[in-house]
């Protein structure tokens, strides 16, 4: 319920895919690496673990070539698609 003189937020719509640079990528994984070691550092191993899940999270879809621009990885579907016949 909004406060009465106050209006609404907007509601946020998130975009289906998300492309990041090589060097957008490298920075979110040395952040949570680096997340990783100071939750343990200051005993919070829950919290370690799923930061370090995430991190395994990307890094398996950035060593199995997830990672893909939709547009690629539109393009290959289609390349794969067998030809219409009329």
């Known amino acids: 319920m909004t406060p009465p003189g106050e209006e609404a937020a907007e509601p946020v719509r998130f975009a289906s895919?998300?492309?990041l640079s090589k060097n957008?990528?490298?920075?979110i994984c040395e952040a949570l690496a680096e997340a990783e070691f100071a939750f343990l550092r200051a005993g919070r191993a829950a919290?370690?673990?799923r930061v370090a899940l995430l991190f395994e999270m990307i890094e398996a879809r950035l060593s199995s070539?997830?990672?893909?621009?939709?547009?690629t990885a539109h393009a290959e579907a289609r390349a794969r698609r067998p030809p219409l016949t009329a």
């Open 17 to 19: 895919a998300v492309v």
């Open 47 to 49: 919290q370690s673990s």
């Open 24 to 27: 957008e990528v490298f920075e």
């Open 65 to 71: 070539g997830e990672c893909r621009h939709p547009a």
